[in-house]
Antibody, heavy 120, light 110 residues
Framework: QVQLQQSGPGLVKPSQTLSLTCAISGDSVSNNSVVWNWIRQSPSRGLEWLGR?????????DYAVSVKSRITVNPDTSKNQFSLQLNSVTPEDTAVYYCAGGANWVFFVWGQGTLVTVSS | QSVLTQPPSVSAAPGQKVTISCSGSSSNIGNNYVSWYQQLPGTAPKLLIYENNKRPSGIPDRFSGSKSGTSATLGITGLQTGDEADYYC???????????FGGGTKLTVL
């Protein structure tokens, strides 16, 4: 059974970088049938897909247009995890952030969620 | 403003049936599979239905999904108080090359 465990700070100052990690158990970040995603949820924006990383003989990344200039999603094969970095955050980035694994835009397994507040 | 449109709320009595609609366009629902997620209070979303009408292992057959044109529907029969949750539809948007979701529907079991 695949499980995802998120970690990272719950408070980030404006203009700084939001960093979260998602540790995978029961599967491999290099599984060439799975895609590893970051999704956020806020009252104003609802559920919003942010980005993904996946391995298909080599690593690929895709990002939502709304955050493309500020986001990086990276795999870490040595720790079997993947990460989210979102630069130059503003209060608009305050949300619950989820990591999720899936395929073909179906999200089969989710992390527990991390509330990230952007405030000075 | 979510790409997919859902009613904000629905309600029904225990034991009854309810349906939740999800409306989109040809760039999303019309040409892609639809998934449904259940989010209980204070928890992460959980996959209920994928590829329009398939249930993951462990999801009871009280939950069903269907799709017609640019709309999809989630059905729940034999309602239980434990079904009170927010329900979200999701799919791919081909024009945006991204996943998109509905705004969510709050189910109240009276």
């Amino acid at each position: 059974q695949v499980q995802l465990q998120q970690s990272g700070p719950g408070l980030v100052k404006p203009s700084q970088t939001l960093s979260l990690t998602c540790a995978i158990s029961g599967d491999s970040v290099s599984n060439n049938s799975v895609v590893w995603n970051w999704i956020r949820q806020s009252p104003s924006r609802g559920l919003e897909w942010l980005g993904r990383t996946y391995y298909r003989s080599k690593w690929f990344n895709d990002y939502a247009v709304s955050v493309k200039s500020r986001i990086t999603v990276n795999p870490d094969t040595s720790k079997n995890q993947f990460s989210l970095q979102l630069n130059s955050v503003t209060p608009e980035d305050t949300a619950v952030y989820y990591c999720a694994g899936g395929a073909n835009w179906v999200f089969f397994v989710w992390g527990q969620g991390t509330l990230v507040t952007v405030s000075s | 403003q979510s790409v997919l449109t859902q009613p904000p709320s629905v309600s029904a009595a225990p034991g009854q049936k309810v349906t939740i609609s999800c409306s989109g366009s040809s760039s999303n629902i019309g040409n892609n599979y639809v998934s449904w997620y259940q989010q209980l209070p204070g928890t992460a979303p959980k996959l209920l239905i994928y590829e329009n009408n398939k249930r993951p292992s462990g999801i009871p057959d009280r939950f069903s999904g269907s799709k017609s044109g640019t709309s999809a529907t989630l059905g729940i029969t034999g309602l239980q108080t434990g079904d009170e949750a927010d329900y979200y539809c999701g799919t791919r948007d081909s024009s945006l090359t991204t996943g998109v979701f509905g705004g969510g529907t709050k189910l109240t079991v009276l």
